[in-house]
T-cell receptor, first 115, second 113 residues
Framework: AQSVTQLDSHVSVSEGTPVLLRCNYS??????LFWYVQHPNKGLQLLLK??????LVKGINGFEAEFKKSETSFHLTKPSAHMSDAAEYFC?????????????FGKGTHLIIQP | NAGVTQTPKFQVLKTGQSMTLQCAQD?????MYWYRQDPGMGLRLIYY???????DKGEVPNGYNVSRLNKREFSLRLESAAPSQTSVYFC????????????FGDGTRLSIL
């Protein structure tokens, strides 16, 4: 069985400071890992994905994430927060070659940007 | 570029009424999904369809039915709506058994009074 834990339900940072959103996973197989962002009243938009290539993955809007197998982590970072980054963020695990039900979502982290 | 289209965007129902949420994708994806999103719960899978002609239950299927009408369309039906089904519903699609990400619609906000 696989699971995803987003360690913080809410994160608050000041504009211009770094962002760290934490995600740990458990999976018996080689996972694919994704981060999605959801702005208010919108659907989920892909930020970045890890699929067993480079362990440091760069995404849209200046976000990046590092896959650390030894720590079973896939934390999302950004060097400098912008007001437009305020949103809900979801970490998602998918089994490599898994079937249609192989996706597991974290419960989300709400990112608040203070002016 | 349409992607995944959901209709309607908003709906208010009375308890006991029925309705169908529509979802269509134009990316020739094999697999389609219905999720519900509730505060603090993340996304929970209701039903999915791995391919045209097949459907399977997800984590929270009770009170719902689905139809994979063709490769493009996957509908979700509430036969007798209950207040506990007040939620935001998302449809998603993906190209089969791959490591590609899901594509999501913008959601249907459903209130049951």
């Amino acid at each position: 069985a696989q699971s995803v834990t987003q360690l913080d339900s809410h994160v608050s940072v000041s504009e211009g400071t770094p962002v760290l959103l934490r995600c740990n996973y458990s999976s018996s197989y080689s996972p694919s890992l994704f981060w999605y962002v959801q702005h208010p009243n919108k659907g989920l938009q892909l930020l970045l994905k890890y699929t067993s290539a480079a362990t440091l993955v760069k995404g849209i809007n200046g976000f990046e994430a590092e896959f650390k197998k030894s720590e079973t982590s896939f934390h999302l970072t950004k060097p400098s927060a912008h007001m437009s980054d305020a949103a809900e963020y979801f970490c998602v695990v998918r089994l490599s070659g898994g079937g249609a039900d192989g996706l597991t979502f974290g419960k989300g982290t709400h990112l608040i940007i203070q002016p | 570029n349409a992607g995944v289209t959901q209709t309607p965007k908003f709906q208010v129902l009375k308890t006991g009424q029925s309705m169908t949420l529509q979802c269509a994708q134009d990316m020739n994806h094999n697999s389609m999904y219905w999720y519900r999103q509730d505060p603090g719960m993340g996304l929970r899978l209701i039903y999915y369809s791995a391919s045209e002609g097949t459907t399977d239950k997800g984590e929270v299927p009770n009170g719902y039915n689905v139809s994979r009408l063709n490769k493009r369309e996957f509908s979700l039906r509430l036969e007798s709506a209950a207040p506990s089904q007040t939620s935001v519903y998302f449809c998603a699609s993906i190209m089969g058994y791959s490591n590609q990400p899901q594509h999501f619609g913008d959601g249907t906000r459903l209130s049951i009074l």
